[in-house]
Structures are given as C-alpha cells and as structure tokens.
C-alpha cells in the first residue's frame, strides 16, 4: 500500500468550536495548494444544524433542556439536516479537494466508512440508496421495520475543497439520539458498533483506537488512486 497522500491528524477530544476553526485553517491552507488533512476527533455533546435544518424542527426538546444539559448547538455550513456528536463517536473531517466531484467523493467516504466497519466485524455495512450514510441490515421492532444507521454523513465544498465529513457511532451513547429526528429521518433508528456486536453475540466491542486505526486503514486503501488535483491552480498552471 502506497503511503497516504494525506496527513492524518487525531485531535482526541476537542469541544467541536475548537475542532471547526482547527477545520477552516487547514481548509485556507489546502485551497492554496497544500497537502490535504484527515482530522480524526471526538466531541463533547452537542447537536449540529446542516443546510437542511435551519429552523431546527427536528429537535424534539427545548433550547432550555438542551442547556440545562450542557449541549450546545450550533449551525454549521456542511449539508444535512440536525445531527449529534459526542463521546464514543468517531468523527472524520476530510479535507480534500474535490470540485466538481462531490458525488463521487460522498461514494468514496462511504467505501472508506463501509470498509472500516467490515474490519471491525460488520459485514453488513452498506449505502442506503437515496440516503446519506452507511447502515446496517434492518431490524424489527414491535412488528416495524426500521433502518439501522450507524455513520452520518455531512460536508460542505467551498474553494473546491470539502469541509466536514463522517460521524461513525462506535460506542456512542444512543440514547442522546433521541433528542432529535437523526437527519430528519423517520423510520430510521441509529445504531453503534458496541450495541451491534452486543446483539449479534460478538463478544468485546471494538473501541476507540481500534475504529481509529480501521478508518485510517480504510482512508488510506479507499483513496490510494484518488486525484488530488486542485482544479483552480491546475487551470492557472495550464
């Protein structure tokens, strides 16, 4: 395997402010033609609104709860409706070039997040078609079938280069979900990939490092032919 055309950067646990400004530095300094970043990191708890979710409907307490609650939320840039973060959530902001090729570089974090599930022990990890994020095989509930979504997806392309990335729930506190409608989906619950391998019997859950190291892996495997052109200063150079 060739080495990575990008650094990976673990941040640990950063209040997510500090971890969206560290993003638009190395941002500024990508879109100026240096070497592109992963940032690996966890956050306190704290809800996010994307594009989609302004007026903040799919939050189904109240602002005063959430603060008595110390979770903060915010409107960020990155598309998607309200998502959390928090502790046991592995989070990876990609900042790589992309342009015009945001669908195809949304395929690629999801090979990527797909693959690193599959080392953690979830071969059934896969797309929804139609819906951002990757998810497991459903499961019945009270006679309902609802879809299993483990990783969120979310980014936003300015300067064609993306901001933001994939949430991966590994030993996430799932409970805090229902604090909102996850991305304003019904019917979908959200999963991890503790309660995962507590209901399949698989023993030991994989824990932060080793999704560390299985992301990591995956991003490095998953765009090792990647093009990593800058469209703006290849144009310049032309």
């Known amino acids: 395997m060739k080495a990575a055309a990008f650094d990976t950067i673990d941040l640990g646990r950063v209040p997510y402010r500090d971890a969206w400004a560290l993003q638009k530095e190395h941002h500024a300094r990508v879109a100026a033609g240096g070497r592109p970043a992963l940032l690996l990191v966890e956050h306190p708890p704290v809800l996010t609104l994307g594009r989609k979710a302004r007026e903040g409907t799919n939050i189904i307490v109240t602002r005063e709860y959430l603060e008595a609650q110390g979770i903060e939320v915010l409107e960020v840039e990155r598309g998607g409706d309200v998502t959390y973060h928090g502790p046991g959530q592995?989070?990876?902001?990609?900042?790589?070039?992309?342009?015009?090729?945001?669908?195809?570089?949304?395929?690629?974090?999801?090979?990527?997040?797909?693959?690193?599930?599959?080392?953690?022990?979830?071969?059934?990890?896969?797309?929804?078609?139609?819906?951002?994020?990757?998810?497991?095989?459903?499961?019945?509930?009270?006679?309902?079938?609802?879809?299993q979504?483990?990783?969120?997806?979310?980014?936003?392309?300015?300067?064609?280069?993306?901001?933001?990335?994939?949430?991966?729930?590994?030993?996430?506190?799932?409970?805090?979900?229902?604090?909102?409608v996850p991305c304003?989906?019904?019917?979908?619950?959200?999963?991890?990939?503790?309660?995962?391998c507590e209901l399949r019997g698989l023993g030991s859950s994989p824990d932060m490092n080793a999704a560390r190291t299985a992301l990591?892996?995956?991003?490095?495997?998953?765009?090792?032919?990647?093009?990593?052109?800058?469209?703006?200063?290849?144009?310049?150079?032309?």
Request: hydrophobic content about 45%.
């Open 149 to 180: 979504k483990i990783a969120s997806f979310g980014v936003a392309v300015q300067k064609n280069v993306a901001l933001h990335g994939l949430a991966m729930n590994v030993t996430t506190n799932l409970q805090h979900f229902e604090l909102i």
């Open 184 to 196: 304003g989906l019904s019917g979908t619950q959200m999963t991890s990939v503790e309660r995962e």
């Open 216 to 238: 990591s892996d995956a991003f490095t495997t998953t765009f090792e032919t990647y093009d990593w052109t800058l469209p703006e200063l290849a144009g310049a150079g032309s």
């Open 90 to 147: 592995l989070v990876a902001y990609a900042i790589f070039p992309v342009g015009r090729r945001v669908q195809d570089f949304l395929r690629l974090l999801e090979a990527a997040t797909i693959a690193a599930l599959n080392t953690m022990g979830l071969p059934d990890a896969r797309p929804n078609p139609g819906y951002a994020g990757v998810y497991v095989d459903p499961r019945e509930v009270n006679g309902l079938s609802y879809d």
